[in-house]
C-alpha cells in the first residue's frame, strides 16, 4: 500500500513584510556606500539621510494597526532612499579601484537588494501583493511563500516536499523551494515504488488533488486500486451496501497515516524550524529528519 502527500518544511526567517524587507535593503546598501566611499576619489561623502529615514521607519513600525494608506506611503518612502542608494552604488562602482572593494557576498546580497527593490516597485505602481519568485528574505532570498490555506497558517515558507509512506518508512520524492502541483507527480511516485520493491502497490491512499483524470486512467492501466470518491456528480441512489462504505472509510481513513508522520516530524523533531541558513544545509536537515524517523520505526 502506498500513501502520498506533501507538506512544507517551514524555514526559520523573520516574518516577511514589505516595509521592514525594504529597511533591511536599505541599512545594507548604506553600509556598502560607507566601506566604499574613498575620501582621495570622491569630493566629499554622500547625503544618506540614515536619520530621516531611520525616524520615519520607527513611527511606522510602532503603530500597531496600519491602514492600507500607511502602508502605502511606507513603502514608498523606503523605495525611494532605496533608489537613491542604488544610484550612489552605482556611481562609486563605476570607478574601477572601487569594485574590488566589495566581497563576495556584498555582491550578492547587492544582486538580492537589487531584485527586491524591482518587485516592490512593481508591486507598489500596479497596486498588487502577487509578483513571480517573490523574494521574502534577503539572506536566503531561495525561499518562497507556500499559501496552503489553512487556518492556522495560509501561508508558509520553507521548502514544499513531496512524500511517500510505505509500512510507516517515509521517502521524500520531490523537495523544491518553489510551489508545485503534487498531482503531476504521481506517476513518478508510483514508478519509484515499482523500483525498490519490484511491483506495483495495490492500493493507493491520496487526496483529491492526486486522482485528477489523467492518474486515475494511469492507475487503472496498472491495476491499481484507490479509495477517493468518483468524478462527476454523485449518483442519486447509491448501490453500495453499508458494510461496503464501512470498508472503503476505513481504507481511507489509513491514508492518516502519513498525516501522522508530518505531525511526528513538525512537533518532535522540528520540521516545521528548519534553521539551516543555506539551501543545500536545509535539505540536508529535512532529509536527515526523516532518516530518523524511519529509524525510530525499525
Known amino acids: 500500500m502506498l500513501k502520498v502527500d506533501a507538506t512544507v518544511a517551514d524555514q526559520e526567517i523573520k516574518y516577511p513584510n514589505d516595509v521592514s524587507l525594504l529597511n533591511e535593503s536599505r541599512l545594507h546598501l548604506e553600509r556598502m556606500i560607507d566601506d566604499l566611499y574613498d575620501k582621495s576619489i570622491d569630493k566629499k561623502r554622500p547625503r544618506l539621510y540614515k536619520r530621516k529615514a531611520r525616524k520615519e521607519y520607527l513611527i511606522f513600525s510602532k503603530k500597531r494597526r496600519k491602514s492600507q494608506k500607511e502602508v502605502r506611503r511606507g513603502i514608498k518612502s523606503q523605495l525611494q532612499y532605496g533608489r537613491r542608494d542604488l544610484k550612489i552604488i552605482d556611481r562609486m562602482l563605476e570607478h574601477r579601484d572601487r569594485k574590488y572593494k566589495l ?164 512537533r518532535g523533531y522540528n520540521l516545521n524550524n528548519i534553521k539551516a541558513r543555506l539551501a543545500e544545509t536545509s535539505e540536508s536537515w529535512v532529509n536527515a529528519i526523516f532518516m530518523v524517523m524511519n529509524l525510530k520505526n525499525c
Open 103 to 266: 566581497t563576495s557576498d556584498d555582491k550578492e546580497l547587492l544582486r538580492v537588494i537589487r531584485k527586491v527593490y524591482e518587485q516592490q516597485k512593481w508591486m507598489y505602481d500596479n497596486r498588487k501583493h502577487l509578483v513571480e519568485d517573490r523574494i521574502v528574505s534577503l539572506h536566503q532570498w531561495w525561499v518562497r511563500p507556500m499559501v496552503r490555506g489553512k487556518d492556522k497558517n495560509k501561508t508558509e515558507f520553507g521548502a514544499k516536499i513531496n512524500v511517500s509512506e510505505v509500512n510507516g518508512f517515509c521517502r521524500i520524492d520531490h523537495f523544491r523551494w518553489d510551489a508545485f502541483n503534487e498531482g503531476v507527480l504521481l506517476k513518478e511516485q508510483v514508478e519509484n515504488f515499482k523500483s525498490v520493491y519490484g511491483c506495483y502497490p495495490k492500493y493507493l491512499l491520496a487526496n483529491r488533488i492526486y486522482l485528477n483524470r489523467e492518474n486515475r486512467r494511469y492507475l487503472k492501466e496498472k491495476g491499481i486500486k484507490i479509495t477517493g470518491n468518483p468524478l462527476g456528480r454523485p449518483p442519486a441512489n447509491s448501490i453500495q451496501t453499508s458494510s461496503e462504505r464501512y470498508r472503503k472509510k476505513k481504507k481511507a481513513a489509513e491514508r492518516n497515516h502519513i498525516e501522522g508522520k508530518f505531525g511526528q516530524g513538525k
